[in-house]
């Protein structure tokens, strides 16, 4: 590394030195998140926040374009709700937060604060719910939700955190599973053509799927660590939630039928994924999609006359064409701000000096690869659009081949050990959860998702050897 680098990191442990300290070090020096006054909880900055504004923006277009409508339900949840399904109850148990007391009295009946919503949801479709004309019904909710976790890192386990959780009800089973399949494509789109981060899709073993739900996929990213992130699940709720809740509709044929659910899910833990998949020893690289801030124009000798007037012509000009540009004319030298921005991961900067202006150009410099180049001022605009989509293409390439090179096919045990210490393992699996959780117990190791066309290239299970009924991802997570 060299020694202006290594003055200028020397607020943020290096990856190699300790990849979680150094995670913590960024989200914190870049001012998304600060740690909240009660254990486990955050407060998410401006800058984080804004980060988070644009993955709202982003997948609520692509929500909508699929027919779903936003509703809001309450935070409250009574016992009794969360009580009637056994398998949703024991799922959450461990995490739920309760409320017991109202003012100075006690509650006749304890309410849970929302760890996820199918209960409360269920009980007003119950009540909705009248005919097959009123189906479907595809509403999503963004909210807070409560899980009170024992071991948190801001973005990526917290006692409370923000999320988005859809909700639809069907017909038949087909639509369901239809639905259920549709949605995790939206997430698959969504991280990597807006994210740059690429994902495994598939199906979830029975141990690890949602609790209550007949199946449960997922998108699966890997960290620059080698761990697994979930970034994203899709459920198919079958009839199970509908024959608890009694969300029963009059069918064209005049018989009453129970619907058919689904229910899909993502979170802030997203941002922590944007992190730890495209952060480098600098602190954060933004995908410029999701970046508040996807240029930023220093003034070189900004008190040079017309230096200054010329920095917020170009950005008028490029947030004109929709880029979201800010001008740093703050008194701090050059160099300092070159790091202080690089530090929170700007796609790209540029500056402006008297030399510039006389020679019609600008210095831009892309923040992923720090390359410099010089550009006309004359078409800046399409030359700038263009380069964003670089950069967010290179981070993806770059996501991609680490994935590559940390992703190891396993036909015996010991190449299984080796592997999860490194990354992914891709292997056969025989399907029995006590294989599973004894893999767990020896390895640290989960089964992460099944690959939707299933290519075995091994008949025994990597574990137990017995005959493999399916090929599937392992690896270590957060």
């Not at 069918?251 to 899910?265: C, F, I, R």
Request: charged residues 25%; hydrophobic residues 40%; glycine residues 6%.
């Amino acid at each position: 590394m060299a020694k202006k680098q290594q003055e200028f990191v020397t607020q943020i442990t290096p990856r190699e030195e300790n990849f979680s300290q150094w995670y913590t070090d960024v989200v914190l020096k870049t001012e998304m998140v600060d740690y909240g006054p009660v254990k486990g909880t955050m407060v998410i900055r401006p800058y984080g926040y804004g980060v988070w504004e644009l993955i709202q923006k982003e997948m609520d277009a692509r929500f909508k374009a699929t027919g779903h409508q936003n509703a809001y339900f309450p935070l409250l949840i009574p016992k009794s709700f969360l009580e009637r399904e056994a398998e949703h109850v024991e799922g959450f148990a461990p995490e739920v937060a309760w409320v017991t007391r109202g003012g100075t009295e006690e509650l006749a009946e304890p309410l849970v604060v929302r760890p996820t919503s199918e209960t409360i949801i269920c009980e007003m479709y119950a009540k909705w719910l009248q005919s097959w004309r009123d189906l479907p019904m595809m509403m999503n909710q963004w909210c807070n939700v409560v899980r009170w976790e024992k071991a948190t890192r801001p973005f990526l386990r917290t006692s409370e955190f923000l999320w988005q959780e859809g909700h639809t009800l069907h017909a038949t089973a087909e639509e369901a599973q239809e639905e259920t399949l549709k949605m995790l494509e939206v997430y698959r789109e969504f991280a990597e053509n807006v994210l740059a981060i690429p994902v495994f899709c598939g199906r979830k073993s029975e141990r690890e799927k949602f609790a209550g739900a007949a199946a449960t996929y997922s998108i699966e990213a890997m960290m620059q660590d080698g761990r697994a992130l979930q970034a994203g699940t899709s459920h198919n709720l079958g009839q199970h939630f509908a024959k608890v809740f009694d969300i029963k509709f009059l069918d064209k044929d005049g018989s009453h039928k129970y619907a058919w659910q689904t229910s899909w899910g993502t979170s802030t833990r997203m941002i922590g994924a944007i992190v730890m998949v495209h952060g480098d020893e600098r602190g954060l690289v933004l995908p410029p999609k999701v970046a508040p801030i996807q240029v930023v124009i220093l003034p070189i000798a900004a008190h040079k006359e017309g230096v200054l007037d010329k920095a917020y012509e170009l950005k008028a000009r490029l947030e004109a064409a929709g880029i979201r540009v800010k001008v740093d004319d703050r008194d701090q030298s050059a160099g300092w701000k070159f790091n202080e921005w690089e530090m929170r991961g700007v796609p790209m900067r540029m500056e402006v000096g008297p030399r510039d202006m006389e020679n019609g150009q600008v210095v831009v410099v892309r923040r992923d690869t720090l390359e410099k180049e010089f550009l006309p001022m004359e078409g800046l605009e399409a030359a700038i659009e263009e380069r964003l989509q670089l950069v967010h293409e290179g981070l993806y390439q770059k996501a991609l081949k680490l994935r590559e090179s940390k992703t190891v096919d396993a036909t015996n045990y010991e190449a299984f050990k080796a592997g999860v210490e490194k990354g992914f393992v891709h292997a056969m699996w025989c399907g029995d959860e006590a294989c599973e959780e004894q893999i767990k117990a020896e390895t640290g190791a989960t089964t992460r998702n099944m690959p939707f066309e299933q290519k075995p290239f091994s008949d025994v299970c990597v574990h137990c050897g017995k005959p493999a009924k399916y090929e599937i991802y392992f690896a270590k997570s957060y």
